[in-house]
């Protein structure tokens, strides 16, 4: 038996990570037919995105699948990471309201190395659904926030290889 990815559309929705990973995850995902839909706006916390739901409301009917890469921006205004997992497990609640299962949802924690403890706070929260990217080393831009454009296909090319391991993205054929 082998693995094939099964989703037929992703939704992306995030801050400037998002925007990050958008082409490269789009190009990895066209390959495979599945259709991308990423709504990112830069500098945005989790809060702006439940306050705005509406924005990504009509995409999330025909999503198969949500990657949400939201945190950077929370960390630099200080919130603290228990906050943070409180705001996003809010955000899954209005994206899980209409039967769209929790399982389906994934999150991608911030590549910042001073991350102060989202990830392990995400990752107890919401367990094998958070990928690590922290550990991932990769190479950063002068802002020392932003992944160098190398570094952002790397990270991609990873994230989708974690996807292909997610039962929920995946089914099993002859």
Do not use: C
Not at 9 to 18: F, H, K, T, W, Y
Not at 32 to 48: A, C, E, L, P, Q
Not at 134 to 159: E, Q, R
Request: net charge neutral.
């Amino acid at each position: 038996m082998s693995n094939v990815l099964f989703a037929k559309s992703i939704l992306i929705i995030g801050d400037s990570m998002a925007e990050a990973i958008k082409s490269s995850i789009s190009a990895i995902f066209m390959n495979n037919t599945i259709d991308t839909v990423v709504h990112f706006k830069r500098g945005t916390r989790v809060d702006y995105w439940l306050k705005n739901s509406h924005i990504f409301e009509n995409d999330l009917k025909n999503a198969d699948f949500v990657i949400v890469t939201l945190g950077t921006n929370d960390i630099f205004s200080n919130k603290k990471a228990a906050r943070i997992a409180e705001e996003l497990e809010a955000l899954e609640k209005i994206l899980t309201q209409n039967n769209f299962p929790k399982s389906s949802v994934f999150y991608i924690s911030t590549p910042l190395k001073n991350d102060t403890e989202v990830f392990e706070t995400l990752r107890k929260k919401f367990g094998e659904r958070v990928f690590d990217s922290k550990s991932l080393n990769l190479t950063m831009s002068k802002d020392n926030v932003h992944p160098l454009i190398a570094s952002d296909i790397l990270w991609s090319a990873l994230i989708v290889d974690e996807l292909a391991k997610n039962k929920n993205f995946l089914m099993a054929v002859k």
